[in-house]
């Protein structure tokens, strides 16, 4: 054995670890990491100077910019959209997404209501416009699309103040709390998981094609949280089964630019075990190439019963999750999602900083493992 391996070995020995050495990897007996390709990114603050100067501060150069300036009854405005890729590129940043405008607000908030509603000739019109805004995310060099097929809006019950962590507020959800709360249907009253993918399909019919042209991966987030059968009248399409619910979304079509903006704390939430049940997941979904981005957002609990705590203190090990994410080859970026609040003024900002720089580390240990 080499010295160089041979001290290495001994090092690792002494720490417990497991080192990824070329004379083993050569004898066949363990296979060498994969590359990693994947980059912290976000999604918060738009193209700001401001908050393009705070993300670059943090090391954050990969973007989810938000969306353009809509120019009514038409879609976005290629103009404004080429502005705001030219105000990244000033910092050095990738501006590799947009929100597409079906979003997680709910049926009621909606800003395109009748595609989810299911009413025609009402969404014709509707998806006309979500058409030209593909085009426009595809003239602009935009890779991703990340949107939402809900009725409900993300749902949570009330706040947790946890002591230990100076007193950050976490959003709740309990389903025993909800049904409480006695909250009314929405206008779209009652919706069977067959109807909700029927209006998907719909959608999906005709925006898919035009992606394709275009090369926009169009990324779904799933309903945050997964809930019971009929919920509010609703079953929501990753409900109650939430892998079964991917699956079936991820078999509608054969396209590589048909997948997920997967939200891993939403996925969690449909868990009874979360730290064992989402690696799986993962495995499935990226084996097929469907992984177009990632919400790294963090639960203490499971099915109908979490809160939302910062990434190191959940019950996901997001050290396995980020191995995951690197041998299944995905490349997008790992972006910070719902944080924890807090009066303070600056502290969402706070939560923020904080996670991006725990991304960073994560990755940058998966990438050493790699080397």
Known sequence: ??????????????????VWEPEVAKAGNVAKPKKVLMKVGCQSGGTSIENLEFKARHG?????????????????????SLRKKEACEKYGISLDAYHFPLASSG???????NIMLGKSPERDREIE???QMIQ??????????????TILPVLRTGKFTDPKRGNAIYSVWNYEEALKQNHPKTVAGDVSIDQMFERITYLLD????????????????????????????ITRWNSPDVFKGIQRFAKLYDSEYHGFNLCLGSVAEGLKDPKTEIL????????????????????KGGWNNFQEVYPDNGDMNFLHVVRALRDVGYSGMVMPDHVPHHAATGSDLQAFSFC???????IQTVSDEAA
Do not use: C
């Not at 938000?66 to 976005?76: D, E, F, H, L, N």
């Open 129 to 131: 416009i979500l058409q």
């Open 356 to 362: 991006y720089g725990y991304i960073k580390g994560l």
């Open 107 to 113: 049926i009621d908030r909606a800003e395109y209501p």
């Open 60 to 80: 954050v150069y990969n973007l989810d910019g938000g969306a353009p300036k809509t120019i009514p009854g038409k879609g976005w405005d290629l103009e404004d």
């Open 280 to 299: 799986p997941i993962i495995k499935w979904v990226g084996e097929r190439n469907q992984i177009f981005n990632i919400h790294m957002r963090n639960i």
């Open 206 to 233: 005709r925006i898919l094609p035009v992606a394709k042209e275009y090369k926009v991966k169009m990324a779904n987030h799933i309903a945050d949280p997964p809930t019971p059968v009929g919920y509010r009248g």
């Open 1 to 18: 054995m080499k010295r160089k391996s041979f001290i290495r070995t001994i090092a690792a020995g002494s720490l417990g670890a497991v």
């Open 136 to 149: 426009v995310a595809g003239k602009t060099g935009i890779k991703v699309l990340n949107y939402n097929t």
